[in-house]
């Protein structure tokens, strides 16, 4: 079948989390096919904890041995009225398993989109645009089959409230009874494919009073026999738009709890977990002057890593960087620049939103002379709005010390045959401890293989500003 996380090859494979997170999920298929009335799963994580790519290698798993259906709840929230779409998006998947085992059925289709029809018409209270507007996707596929009966009822707005309630009450009726049949169909033709897995994800970034009628429709209409829904959250981010909905008193985790069987919690990776299971770093680190440290070093790894965890990113955030730092190192090509330095002003601008083309010298000036102006470390290190980040959660006047001694070195090496010499020298000057001393062996090693090496352009720090800027213009 064709849906949204079938058009990506997403497998475990290529997940950093993995081999746990396909565990996980092997244990969940087990567990969730002996429920056999109906469940609905809760996979909760912050974001940025791998939620979207659980259930979309969770779903590519499953399908070929059972019906799924995935939902991205978020692309969907512009539109007014959750049930339709819902009801659409879960038809359509359901429709073409009847088709792929041949027990597609006029009058049962007829059947069950009239039923919808009427059941969201009378849940509507029938405004005639609000009717036209939410369910023209389901109007459209019933008129082109001849599908739409509709009662003398749905065209008068002035009936009795009681009468409406009964008429909205027997359409659910009728359209649980008619879906449920449907799925019997396929699993009677295909025992061993039962149950129906739903992934639907997303629901917390929707509109809060659009993710409580997902919900709903979920735990009242759908959540029929041999089906299991996986609804992904951020319950925190959930419970607070509950609240928004139903004031600040309101019980949002009891109200929440209503809606699933079992919650089942995603822990955020450690980035240097991350790092370690990302492919992207080879091609990252391929033009930079630490890259054959950082590949197999793992002492490189954990400083690399300290730098993400300084600035607080989540694996999302950090999957956001490394991609711009793949970008940069292309546009690099050749240059020989420092992947510390690089990745250090990525987090400032991914947590600072800094334009570094602002605080560019205008003229040509060197960074010896202009590094020691207090007024660009300033700007930098306390900028409006970020004050929190000042000192030791961004130290850019570091950065500008070790990128001119940097660059000083090189400089030195490239135009005296005593490499050595002069490469001790820059590392003996910068006091270093701890994991950092070994940074500094690495490049020191680094800088004096250099020499043996064509000679190369070095990337200045202003070239790294213009790289940063133009990167992460590409979201």
Partial sequence: MVSEANKKDITFADCAFSPEREELADHLTEYLKLQKNGYVLNVDGEWGSGKTFFL????????NNHPTCYIDAWTLDYLNEPLATLSRKILDSIHEYLEKYSLINPNTEKKILNSLYRLISTSAKIGG???????????????????????????????DQFELFKKT??????FKGTLQNHINDIFDKEPKSSPFFIFIDELDRCRPNYAIEILEAVKHLFCLENTIFVISTNRIEMEKSIQKVYGSNFSSQGYL??????????????????????????????????????????EELELLSNIFENYELKPREIEKSLDNLLLATIKLKDKIYSIFTLTELFCIKEKMFIDF???????????????SLTLYNKKIISPFGMKKYKDEKVALAEIMEYEHDFQVALSMIKNNTRYSDCANTFFNKRQRSGKLDTFAESIHRKISNLSHQNTEEIADLFELFDIVDFSSRFH
């Fill in 129 to 159: 645009s609000v009717v036209e507007n939410t369910v023209s996707p389901i109007v459209g596929k019933a008129i082109s089959i001849g599908a739409v009966e509709l009662d003398d009822f749905l065209l008068n707005s002035g009936k």
């Fill in 169 to 174: 009450e027997d359409a659910l009726i009728e």
């Fill in 357 to 371: 083309s602002t605080i560019r010298p205008k003229s040509a000036i060197t960074l010896e002379t202009y590094k």
């Fill in 56 to 63: 979309k290698a969770w779903q590519a798993k499953l399908r």
């Fill in 257 to 298: 709890s209503r809606f699933f069987d079992k919650n089942i919690h995603l822990k955020t990776q450690s980035p240097l977990r991350f790092l370690k299971e990302n492919k992207k770093l080879k091609q990252i680190t391929t033009n930079s002057l630490d890259q054959c440290y950082l590949r197999d070093n793992l």
